[in-house]
């Protein structure tokens, strides 16, 4: 399968979930995005079209995280904190396409251990 067609692939997931799921100011929606070098998070407020809270890999005390296991752990962790700082109890979550499954999974279970409900 040619690299053309896997985007593509993923674009559609992606727009497939992404039409179920919607973010509120009371419930907003929780965004996860791997690349190869970095791991991009961000709790969204699809209403006003406004991030609510973000954690990256870029930033410089998340940058030694790479975007495997530990670093999906180590970055999820850290958002749920800032998260639930914000005083926000639940969110949806958007995995943007991928499989709940590795990174996703792993990511998830840290911010549910922080204290938040999806």
């Keep these: 399968m040619n690299l053309k067609k896997k985007r593509e692939l993923l674009q559609k997931r992606r727009w497939r979930i992404r039409k179920k799921i919607v973010g509120t100011s009371n419930r907003p929606r929780l965004s996860v995005r791997f690349t190869n070098k970095n791991i991009h998070a961000q709790c969204i407020d699809d209403e006003t079209s406004s991030t609510l809270v973000a ?6 005390d998340l940058s030694t995280c790479l975007p495997n296991l530990l670093g999906s752990e180590k970055v999820g962790s850290v958002l749920g904190k ?21 990174c996703v999974k792993a990511f998830a279970d840290s911010v549910r251990n922080q204290g938040l409900e999806f």
């Design 55 to 60: 954690a990256s890999t870029n930033e410089k």
């Design 82 to 102: 800032r998260i639930i700082e914000a005083g926000i109890k639940t969110v949806v979550f958007d995995r943007a396409g991928r499989k709940y499954h590795g």
